[in-house]
C-alpha cells in the first residue's frame, strides 16, 4: 500500500512538473520524466560543437573540403559554416532552443545530399573516404533529432496552466537537520515569511490550499492561491498556482538524505511565468529581484533558521560603499 501512495504521488508530481531527481530512480510512468540537468549538458555540448565547426568552415574551408575527399567550392563550404555558426550560437544563448535544434537537423540533411552528390562522381578512394563521412555526419543527424525530440517533449511537459512556462530554475543545498525536520517546517506554508523577504503572508486555507501574497520590484504586490498536488511526508511536496493568479508556477520540493547520513539534501525545481512574460523578468533582474538569486538567498535562509533557530544580518553593522548594481542587488535580497 505505501508503494502504491510513493507511486501515485511522484506520477502527479511528474505531471505538474516534468522534473525527474537527481537523486531518485523513478519507476513506472515516473520513469519517462526528463532529466533537466543531462538534457542541457548534451545540448550545449551540441551548440558547442557547432560552432566549432562552423568557426573551422569559415576559417579554412579549402582544408576542410579536403581533408573529407568531398569536391565543394570555398564558398558552399563557407555557407555551410556560417550555417552551422548560426545554429550553435541561437543554441548556447538558450532562447528558442528547439528551434535551434531543428534547423541542426535540417543542416545535416542538407549535408548529406551535398556529400551524398560528392560521392556519386567521386573516384573509388575518395568515395570510400566519403562513405565514412556519411556515416559520421548521419550518426549526428540521428542524436540531433534525438534533442530536438527530447527539447520539444520537455517544453510540452513542462506547460503550467495550459501556457508554457517561460523559466525554470532548479537549486539544491544540504541541511544539517533530518528529512523529518525539514519536511516537517516547510509543510507548514505559514513559516515561509520568516525565510522569504518577498513574502508578506500565507495564509492556509485548507489542507491542500493556500494563499499567497508577494511584494515585487518598485512595490508592486502580487497574489496567488497555490494548491498541493502531491504529499509524500518526508519525501516530497508537488504544488502549482490555481487558475487566475498573478504568477503562474509549479514546483516540486524534496528531501533526501545527504550521504552518510549527513543531513538531508533539499532539491527545489521551480517552473514559472512571471508578468510580462521574458520582459517582465528582465525588468525585474535589472531592478535587483532576480527569481533565481532570490531563491538561492531563500534557501540559505531556510538552511539557517533550520539549524541556528535564526537567521544572521548585518544590518547596523559598517559597510563599504556600494556601486549602483551592488544597490539595486541589496535591495532586491531585501524585499
Request: with cysteine; hydrophobic share 40%.
Amino acid at each position: 500500500m505505501q508503494t502504491s501512495i510513493s507511486t501515485q504521488n511522484e506520477r502527479q508530481a511528474a505531471a505538474v512538473l516534468d522534473a525527474s531527481s537527481s537523486f531518485d530512480q523513478p519507476t513506472g510512468a515516473a520513469a519517462h520524466s526528463f532529466d533537466a540537468r543531462r538534457d542541457g549538458q548534451w545540448i550545449r555540448a551540441l551548440g558547442w560543437f557547432s560552432v566549432g565547426l562552423g568557426v573551422l568552415q569559415l576559417l579554412a574551408p579549402r582544408a576542410v573540403a579536403r581533408s573529407s575527399g568531398a569536391e565543394l567550392p570555398p564558398s558552399l563550404v563557407r555557407a555551410c559554416g556560417a550555417r552551422e555558426l548560426m545554429s550553435g550560437a541561437g543554441i548556447l544563448s538558450g532562447r528558442k532552443t528547439t528551434r535551434w535544434l531543428w534547423s541542426r537537423v535540417v543542416g545535416d540533411l542538407a549535408d548529406l545530399a551535398l556529400l551524398g552528390a560528392s560521392a556519386a562522381r567521386a573516384s573509388a578512394a575518395r568515395r570510400r573516404r566519403l562513405t565514412w563521412l556519411v556515416a559520421a555526419v548521419a550518426g549526428i543527424a540521428v542524436l540531433d533529432s534525438w534533442a530536438s525530440v527530447r527539447s520539444r517533449r520537455r517544453q510540452r511537459a513542462t506547460r503550467i496552466q495550459g501556457a508554457a512556462g517561460d523559466f525554470y530554475i532548479d537549486k539544491a543545498l544540504t541541511i544539517h537537520r533530518t528529512p523529518e525536520e525539514c519536511y516537517r517546517f516547510w509543510r507548514d506554508f505559514e513559516n515561509f515569511p520568516r525565510f522569504m523577504r518577498h513574502l508578506e503572508s500565507v495564509v492556509v486555507l485548507s489542507d491542500t490550499r493556500s494563499h499567497w501574497i508577494a511584494k515585487g520590484p518598485a512595490g508592486v504586490r502580487a497574489e496567488w492561491d497555490a494548491e498541493i498536488v502531491a504529499d509524500e511526508p518526508d519525501k516530497l511536496l508537488a504544488w502549482s498556482s490555481v487558475e487566475g493568479s498573478d504568477v503562474d508556477h509549479a514546483g516540486i520540493v524534496r528531501f533526501e538524505v545527504a550521504p552518510g547520513g549527513r543531513g538531508t539534501i533539499v532539491q527545489v525545481e521551480l517552473q514559472y511565468s512571471p508578468p510580462g512574460g521574458t520582459a517582465g523578468a528582465l525588468a525585474a533582474k535589472l531592478f535587483g529581484a532576480d527569481p533565481e538569486r532570490q531563491l538561492d538567498d531563500d534557501l540559505r535562509r531556510f538552511k539557517q533558521l533550520l539549524e541556528t533557530g535564526e537567521i544572521p544580518t548585518t544590518v547596523g553593522q559598517p559597510s563599504g560603499r556600494r556601486g549602483i548594481v551592488g544597490r539595486l542587488a541589496h535591495r532586491g535580497a531585501q524585499q
